[in-house]
């Protein structure tokens, strides 16, 4: 009977308490969100947190309350939308009534601008006005969005990142932009020169093409000219080849200092006259396809700008940039040592036409861990990679075109991705080919330009710009993927005999 009671007394107890707390009156901080006490370190500071993408709802009430708005939800106003709307794949006049839109609405394509201020403004009313005119540019790209046969990248949608870049704009005598070389122009956004323009003639503009390394000299030329021809000042960089021979020089000359206390302590060797041998002759590279050293780049900054300067007698330059393009990895390389930690912060995703959503991911603007449709950007890729490299580089067989199809046609999403799995044991518990962890691996490989595929400028013909880098390699590639495939043969018999033949015999 006393351990009955006990427990009655218990339980009485935790129910008593429980409903004590829930009557208890809420104090006026009680009703306030977490973000907004004031109790921790970060209070008070700037939020830089990159905001590409939103759902529909968090969109929704981002922009209701830059706008300082109440809105009413109406009923019955419901709109279905098709699934069979995204395709992964387009066609080539999909292609063309893309394009078409592009040209037709490339005027629109703008990034907020900073509003009029003064120095004897409030703060507040400052802020106001750049919240409204922010609004209104989100409410400009969002109608711009509802036309057909438009895409737009996942535009930075955070107002503290745009004033960031107000700021680098305003403050920097040379606003450079940093572009993939395999794209440049998807990483190009030609209002950022327009709004530097605005802010002051004197500023110049220019673009630094980096990862040109990936780039053979032929089509680094046609690229070079294709600038000149449309009036671009752009230059050739690679961030990660100066950084390496950074790293080399620093490894050289660590070896050369314990070489020479070595020597010190031994006797003098006697000299000897050395043979001497010529010079190699190495390949004379044109001036607008050469790609510029650590110290060139950093002489064409100092003699680019020449009119009034923002701070007198310092030449101040801003780099600004899509993420994954090597903004982190040019600071360190300017600076010979790490200033930038690389890929610590997304870079600025500005508002720019794109064919599909697959494209995105493909070419690193959207994070590939985050995908959810695996199978459109790997598509992408088999349509750009040919069939005997992707055979090659994962060391896989991809099954041929059957009957009645294009013997040329690229190999599907699904049978790489098969193949692929198969060949690292990436299985589901059903043991089929776990498609989503494969894709992972083949689109980061795509990004880092292990499967390299470099775009064209307008007009000129995309195959024959391919040829200019793999064309030898192809027909290496082809003899070995031949080879491979005649002892394959060999190896596996023609014809297993099954469980029921076993049994029959």
């Known amino acids: ?17 429980r409903f004590k707390t829930t009557t208890k009156s809420r104090s006026k901080e009680a009703w306030l969100h977490s973000s907004e006490l004031d109790d921790g370190s970060d209070w008070n500071r700037i939020n830089l947190k990159s905001v590409t993408e939103q759902s529909n709802l968090d969109d929704f009430l981002a922009t209701a309350e830059l706008a300082g708005t ?54 507040e009313l400052v802020q106001k006005n750049e919240r409204e005119a922010f609004a209104l540019w989100r409410q400009q790209l969002g109608e711009l969005q509802e036309k057909e046969h438009i895409v737009l990248t996942p535009y930075e949608k955070n107002l503290e990142v745009w004033r960031q870049l107000w700021r680098v704009i305003e403050r920097s005598d040379i606003v450079v932009q940093i572009v993939d070389a395999r794209n440049p122009l998807l ?64 490894i050289q000359e660590a070896e050369s200092a314990d070489e020479e206390s070595e020597s010190s302590e031994e006797d003098p060797p006697q000299k000897e006259e050395a043979a001497a041998t010529p010079p190699k002759e190495e390949p004379v590279e044109d001036e607008k396809c050469k790609m510029l050293s650590r110290e060139e780049l950093i002489q064409l900054f100092q003699q680019l700008h020449q009119g009034p300067k923002v701070v ?18 040019t600071v360190n390389a300017l600076y010979q040592e790490k200033k930038a930690a690389v890929s610590s912060t997304p870079g600025l995703v500005f508002p720019t036409f794109v064919f599909s959503r697959a494209e995105l991911v493909v070419n690193g603007i959207l994070p590939i861990d985050e995908n959810r449709d695996h199978v459109a950007p790997v598509g992408l890729v088999c349509q750009r990679i040919p069939r005997v490299v992707l055979e090659e580089t994962y060391g896989i067989r991809l099954p041929l075109p059957q009957e009645g199809e294009d013997p040329h046609r690229p190999p599907s999403a699904l049978e790489l991705l098969d193949a692929y799995g198969c060949m690292r044991g990436f299985m589901t518990q059903r043991g089929q ?44 590639v082809t003899d070995n993927v031949k080879v491979g495939c005649v002892m394959a043969d060999k190896l596996v018999p023609r014809h297993i005999p099954t469980v029921l033949e076993h049994q029959h015999q």
Request: with cysteine; hydrophobic share 35%.
């Open 1 to 17: 009977m006393g351990k009955k009671k006990a427990s009655d007394s218990l339980g009485k107890s935790i129910i008593k308490h």
């Open 70 to 123: 109440e809105f009413q939800a109406e009923r019955l106003n419901v709109h279905f939308v098709s699934p069979q709307l995204q395709e992964g794949i387009l066609t080539k006049d999909q292609v063309q009534q893309i394009e078409i839109a592009h040209k037709d609405n490339r005027h629109l394509l703008r990034i907020p601008r900073r509003p009029a201020w003064s120095v004897e403004d409030a703060a």
């Open 187 to 250: 990483f190009r956004c030609e209002d950022v020169e327009t709004y530097a323009k605005e802010v002051s003639p004197h500023k110049m503009t220019m673009l630094l093409i980096n990862k040109a390394d990936l780039l053979t000299a032929s089509q680094r030329k046609k690229w070079a000219e294709y600038f000149q021809a449309n009036g671009i000042r752009a230059v050739f960089w690679s961030a990660a080849q100066e950084n390496h021979a950074l790293e080399l020089k620093a």
């Open 312 to 329: 007198e007698g310092v030449t101040a330059v801003g780099l600004v940039g899509f993420p994954n393009v090597g903004k982190s990895s």
């Open 433 to 476: 080919p776990d498609g989503p962890r494969g894709s992972r691996y083949i689109l980061k490989d795509y990004v880092q330009g292990k499967l390299l595929f470099c775009h064209p400028p307008p007009g000129v013909d995309e195959v024959e710009f391919q040829e200019d880098e793999t064309h030898d390699e192809l027909e290496e």
